[in-house]
T-cell receptor, first 117, second 113 residues
Framework: DADVTQTPRNRITKTGKRIMLECSQT?????MYWYRQDPGLGLRLIYYSFDVKDINKGEISDGYSVSRQAQAKFSLSLESAIPNQTALYFC????????????????FGPGTRLTVL | AQKITQTQPGMFVQEKEAVTLDCTYDTSDPSYGLFWYKQPSSGEMIFLIY??????QNATEGRYSLNFQKARKSANLVISASQLGDSAMYFC??????????FGTGTSLTVIP
């Protein structure tokens, strides 16, 4: 079984709809992240969470919200979807590296392809 | 300024040959990490290799090695003995000590039989 799972894998929705993307992990990692990928732009960080009570905005958090329900679960919500939120969304986890933050490797889920019409 | 720059949108390499994918970075932090990820056409992001800013030696993982030139702020990925399965997008990424994580725009590698 995959260590990081995302549901749904594909979703088509309409403008104005609320949608939730879910991420679960069995790696036992404390840190979880949400990214979006757009063609030619690489990955951009939306939100990240270092533990259940610690949630932080990333580079492009406007229009998104998150919930860390448990150590293993981190969900991303689009309250009112718009077409420019059409993208590939990735969840990632990392163990945290104590004092050496820079060594903290991220491991990614399979991605959710979201289309907003 | 871009934190991570990958200047090669697309690269071609003959099977069994070596190929170098370029990556330059920009940071003022003394402590940072550099990562390469592979994204095949199926879409998943696969971690390949890591280099720490204080590491004295270049990182290696099987056929992957990272040519780390700190003064030039470059972290090129070298793939030796290319295989057809190496055809994919490759992303360079950097983590600064403040936990910001940045990705480049990627290089598409095609291995020719």
């Amino acid at each position: 079984d995959a260590d990081v799972t995302q549901t749904p894998r594909n979703r088509i929705t309409k403008t104005g709809k609320r949608i939730m993307l879910e991420c679960s992990q069995t790696k036992g990692h404390d840190r979880m992240y949400w990214y979006r990928q757009d063609p030619g732009l690489g990955l951009r960080l939306i939100y990240y969470s270092f533990d259940v009570k610690d949630i932080n905005k990333g580079e492009i958090s406007d229009g998104y919200s998150v919930s860390r329900q448990a150590q293993a679960k981190f969900s991303l919500s689009l309250e009112s979807a718009i077409p420019n939120q059409t993208a590939l969304y990735f969840c990632a986890t990392s163990v945290g590296a104590g004092g050496r933050m820079s060594t903290d490797t991220q491991y990614f889920g399979p991605g959710t392809r979201l289309t907003v019409l | 300024a871009q934190k991570i720059t990958q200047t090669q949108p697309g690269m071609f390499v003959q099977e069994k040959e070596a190929v170098t994918l370029d990556c330059t970075y920009d940071t003022s932090d003394p402590s940072y990490g550099l990562f390469w990820y592979k994204q095949p056409s199926s879409g998943e992001m696969i971690f390949l290799i890591y280099q720490g800013s204080y590491d004295q030696q270049n990182a290696t993982e099987g056929r992957y090695s990272l040519n780390f030139q700190k003064a030039r702020k470059s972290a090129n990925l070298v793939i030796s003995a290319s295989q057809l399965g190496d055809s994919a997008m490759y992303f360079c990424a950097m983590r600064e000590a403040r936990n910001q994580f940045y990705f480049g725009t990627g290089t598409s590698l095609t291995v020719i039989p």
